[in-house]
């Protein structure tokens, strides 16, 4: 079981990354899948999470309304689409996955993690 993330980078204020994490040795919709974000000296934080149950997605307040997380089951990947991006979005970005946790469970309950890509906005 992997996941493997990338497409983070240095972006100026108001522009765009996507970032992607594909999956291998499980199937990506059967399992609730979540990106992640920690910024240094600061807490992991829960940017946007989609059900493994029913695919409600989920967004963390300060993303909300920038930030779009989409699944593609045909090539069993998950892409966060970031517009809008604030120099505050400056973090590296995790994604994670797991075959029983939900949406409104603590990072800790995540079992499978791709190794993070660096998302750095700035002027």
């Known amino acids: 079981v992997q996941l493997q993330a990338s497409g983070g980078g240095l972006v100026q204020p108001g522009g765009s990354l996507r970032l992607s994490c594909a999956a291998s040795?499980?199937?990506?919709?059967?399992?609730?899948i979540a990106w992640f974000r920690q910024a240094p000296g600061e807490e992991r934080e829960g940017v946007s999470c989609?059900?493994?149950?029913?695919?409600?997605?989920y967004y963390s307040d300060p993303v909300k309304g920038r930030f779009t997380f989409s699944r593609d089951n045909a090539k069993n990947t998950a892409y966060l689409q970031m517009n809008s991006l604030k120099p505050q979005d400056t973090a590296v970005y995790y994604c994670?996955?797991?075959?029983?946790?939900?949406?409104?469970?603590?990072?800790?309950?995540?079992?499978?993690w791709g190794q993070g890509t660096q998302v750095t906005v700035s002027s």
């Open positions: 040795g499980f199937t990506l919709d059967s399992y609730t």
């Open positions: 989609i059900s493994r149950s029913d695919g409600w997605t």
């Open positions: 994670a996955a797991d075959p029983v946790t939900s949406c409104d469970h603590s990072w800790e309950t995540y079992a499978y």
